[in-house]
């Protein structure tokens, strides 16, 4: 699933537009039910006879932990198509783009980056700039709010050694995407910090 980018920009996004639940039906195999009970802080996996239940947290800790060792890594220079449905309408607003006009893009400048020094177990997905101004704006991206790439930037052997080295320092020193916090680690990381960064989903912002 962290491989299917769109399967899991719809889980993700059920989970926190607060949908009672999600489905994933394969070509193949049993379909695969997600159930969210925020009362309980509980989320349960069913599939078939089997049933798993984590906590809110866990389940967070898993869709990070299946972004950044499935999900791809886009390379720098990349030009990515935004997806407007997921931002503020402040962001659209300060785009600069009117509905329907054209598609908003932004090209990638710098990726998994530490919210700053005191919080480097957390990063920032993605930092990017609007294309084709270039200017006036930083963005800050999860792959969720990438609705597709529009093209792709330089890649060679030296980038895709640079990507392995990058996947298993990640996973190995416990980083974690503010995309898939909390609302208590989302909390703390605010008042710890100054940084103006995309914390949630539906929360597209501009500094």
């Excluded at 700039?129 to 969720?144: E, W």
């Excluded at 052997?157 to 190995?172: M, N, P, S, W």
């Amino acid at each position: 699933m962290g491989s299917n980018h769109v399967v899991f920009k719809d889980l993700y996004t059920a989970y926190f537009t607060n949908e009672a639940r999600f489905e994933h039906k394969p070509r193949r195999g049993a379909k695969i039910e997600f159930e969210f009970n925020r009362a309980k802080e509980e989320v349960l996996i069913k599939r078939l006879e089997i049933e798993l239940k984590f906590s809110i947290e866990q389940f967070l800790e898993y869709l990070n932990l299946l972004a950044l060792c499935f999900g791809e890594i886009y390379p720098l220079g990349s030009v990515v198509e935004l997806d407007e449905k997921l931002f503020t309408k402040e962001f659209m607003k300060a785009s600069g783009v009117k509905e329907g006009e054209r598609s908003i893009l932004a090209v990638i400048t710098g990726r998994f980056v530490p919210v700053d020094e005191e919080n480097d177990n957390y990063v920032i997905e993605y930092v990017a700039t609007p294309y084709p101004s270039g200017k006036g704006t930083t963005v800050f991206l999860n792959r969720v709010l990438i609705k597709g790439v529009v093209h792709s930037g330089f890649s060679d052997e030296e980038e895709d050694v640079h990507v392995r080295k990058l996947r298993e320092e990640l996973v190995l020193t416990d980083k974690k995407s503010i995309a898939f916090l909390t609302d208590d680690e989302l909390g703390d990381l605010a008042k710890g910090t100054e940084a103006k960064v995309n914390v949630k989903l539906i929360d597209g912002e501009v500094s």
